[in-house]
């Protein structure tokens, strides 16, 4: 991603660009084709105004139909956000036809300049609400967590991009592969788990979840407090996905793409 600073805060697009560049995403997923980047063509364009995007589409998505199951979180390794001139993370709306089990077949054309992150996601059980959330709310309000992978999916092109880009992609969120082993929340520390990624045998990435702002609780308890600074809350059976411990993977058609935890098992995914 672009260096470059963007504004955070202020609306700049009116309503009817903001539907405009929704219409645009919208159209090149569909079609299964890369935007040129947003950015350049609304000069100052904000943060907000990318989310003002995202809002309009999951709103068009949901009046077909689409059921939103929660949401995942984007940039929240400290690396990332100097390299995108951002001091927090970012979201994305996950949609329940975006949810693959681990093991699964999926088509490589489905999505645009795959790659795949290795994450750790979390279930909730009560309804988290407020601007004071910490990890520990976040921990208390869990049913389980369970290993996952994110699959990329970018419809904006790559080079240049922002984060005015991103959100406005919905945080490039493809898919979701759910990983089957689950623990409590209190089962394991889940600042210290470790993974290896592998595509086809061969390691490509490792890390540990301290890499997700610390602890990836930290990072559902940022979401969780953005939400409360808009009146929004999260509820209950909302999947959050924590966001990377490792940098994206590739993939191709043909790859198979597994990742091995410490305490939570295997999740893999094949391209055909």
């Not at 759910?178 to 409590?184: D, L, P, R, S, T």
């Not at 997700?212 to 999947?239: K, Y």
Request: negative net charge; contains cysteine; hydrophobic residues 40%.
């Amino acid at each position: 991603m672009s260096t470059a600073s963007v504004p955070k805060t202020g609306r700049v697009l009116t309503g009817a660009q903001v539907e405009e560049v929704a219409d645009q995403l919208m159209s090149a997923a569909s079609e299964g084709r890369t935007l040129p980047l947003i950015s350049p063509q609304y000069p100052g364009m904000s943060v907000e105004d990318s989310y003002a995007v995202q809002s309009v589409w999951r709103k068009r998505r949901e009046e077909a139909g689409g059921k939103v199951v929660g949401y995942k979180i984007g940039l929240t390794s400290y690396a990332m956000q100097q390299a995108t001139g951002i001091d927090e993370p970012d979201f994305g709306v996950i949609f329940a036809d975006q949810l693959v089990h681990s093991g699964e077949t999926v088509e490589h054309s489905r999505w645009s300049n795959v790659r795949v992150e290795v994450e750790l996601a979390f279930v909730l059980k009560d309804r988290i609400e407020g601007t004071n959330v910490t990890a520990d709310d976040i921990l208390n309000a869990t049913e389980r967590v369970f290993p996952a992978l994110e699959i990329l999916d970018a419809h904006v092109e790559m080079q240049g991009r922002t984060i005015i880009d991103t959100i406005a992609d919905n945080a490039a969120l493809g898919a979701v592969v759910v990983g089957e082993h689950v623990a409590g929340p209190r089962d394991h520390d889940l600042a210290w788990i470790g993974a290896v990624c592998t595509v086809n045998d061969a390691v490509i990435e490792t890390g540990v979840s301290a890499g997700v702002l610390g602890n990836p609780a930290e990072s559902a308890a940022w979401l969780a407090n953005r939400f409360g600074e808009h009146g929004q809350a999260l509820e209950p059976g909302s999947i959050l996905l924590a966001g990377s411990f490792t940098r994206p993977v590739w993939a191709h058609p043909g790859d198979t793409v597994r990742a091995e935890y410490q305490h939570f098992g295997t999740v893999e995914v094949t391209f055909e």
